[in-house]
């Protein structure tokens, strides 16, 4: 049984307009396919809770529009996303060539420590194929993301993709709190060394200090 720990993570979609963000998400959270394009507006979001290594995680997905009008809005949820994932259609070039602009932005704008995946949609579209696997995931490699060829016509690694992203996002979580812990660890060692030092020595009034 899942333990009852409920963490929510951010992930932000980002990408051109078009290549298939909102219909990935749909894919994900609702297991349906569209295939009518009604252009999203502004940002919006949509949840699913996964559960990874027995932890209840509550995803929150921002779909973000990627036309240029929209981009301060979107430039502001950077900020909060804990996990990225950038999106191109393996049947438009030009929408591969624009992740190195979205990569750019991220860099720019959000938290260092974010969590980043490279996806190539609409791999079931392989007769109009522009964009090989290789260089999909040679782009991949020199941001140093994980990289997935995805479908959410027929729905092949859309969950894999999403998945793997919200554990990365755990795994970095993880090392904060254990890194907390473990400077805890060390002041309650402290404070246990130095209460044995002062109940041995004559003054008992020794200064505690946070070891933090
Ligand atoms: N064949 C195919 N078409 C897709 C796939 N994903 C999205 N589409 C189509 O691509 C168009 C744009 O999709 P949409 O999700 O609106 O893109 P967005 O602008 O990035 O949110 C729509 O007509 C979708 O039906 C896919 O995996 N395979
Ligand atoms: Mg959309």
Redesign the pocket.
């Known amino acids: 049984m899942a333990k009852q720990y409920d963490i929510l993570c951010r992930l932000l979609?980002l990408?051109?307009?078009?290549?298939?963000?909102?219909?990935?998400?749909?894919?994900f959270t609702d297991s349906e396919?569209?295939?009518?394009?009604?252009?999203?507006i502004g940002v919006d979001f949509k949840m699913k809770t996964l559960e990874i290594d027995g932890i209840k995680v509550r995803v929150q997905i921002w779909?973000t529009?990627?036309q240029e009008r929209y981009q301060t809005i979107t430039k502001q949820y950077y900020r909060r996303a804990q996990g990225i994932v950038f999106?191109y259609?393996i049947?438009d070039e030009q929408s591969f060539r624009h992740i190195e602009k979205w990569a750019g932005d991220v860099d720019q704008y959000a938290p260092g420590k974010v969590q980043k995946i490279l996806v190539g949609?609409?791999?079931?579209?392989e007769l109009g194929r522009r964009v090989t696997q290789e260089r999909g995931s040679k782009l991949a490699e020199t941001y140093e993301m994980e990289f997935f060829e995805?479908?959410?016509?027929?729905s092949?690694n859309i969950s894999e993709s999403f998945t793997h992203v919200t554990a990365l996002v755990l795994q970095a979580h993880k090392r904060d709190v254990d890194n907390l812990l473990g400077c805890l660890d060390d002041y309650l060692e402290k404070v246990a060394l130095e209460d044995e030092k002062g109940s041995q020595g004559p003054d008992n009034n020794t200064r505690r200090g946070c070891a933090c």
């Open positions: 979609l990408g051109d307009s078009g290549v298939g963000k909102t219909s990935m998400l749909r894919r396919f569209d295939p009518s394009h009604i252009a999203t779909d529009a990627g999106v259609d049947t949609n609409k791999s079931d579209e995805t479908s959410a016509s027929t092949s």
